[in-house]
């Protein structure tokens, strides 16, 4: 892709989820005028926050009586 941004083949791109997550720190991609990058949200609808904050609750109410969390952490895969 950035190959093809050089050479003007393609003249921007807005981009949410790559290959790696997350993007290196290394990727051509990062401080490009021609590339929104976005934080792994493109997937938001007019819905999304009621459902957020369902799972926000149900994962507190995990935490609370220390049973599994619907949405655990990677933590080896940064996130």
Not at 37 to 56: C, I, N, Q
């Amino acid at each position: 892709m950035v190959d093809l941004l050089d050479s003007g083949h393609l003249r921007g791109a807005a981009l949410d989820v790559f290959e790696t997550q997350p993007l290196p720190e290394t990727s051509r991609l990062w401080n490009r005028p021609d590339v929104l990058l976005t934080p792994h949200v493109s997937g938001t609808s007019p819905h999304y926050l009621d459902r957020a904050l369902e799972t926000f609750i149900k994962n507190a109410l995990h935490w609370q009586d220390r049973s599994a969390m619907l949405t655990p952490v990677d933590k080896s895969a940064r996130y």
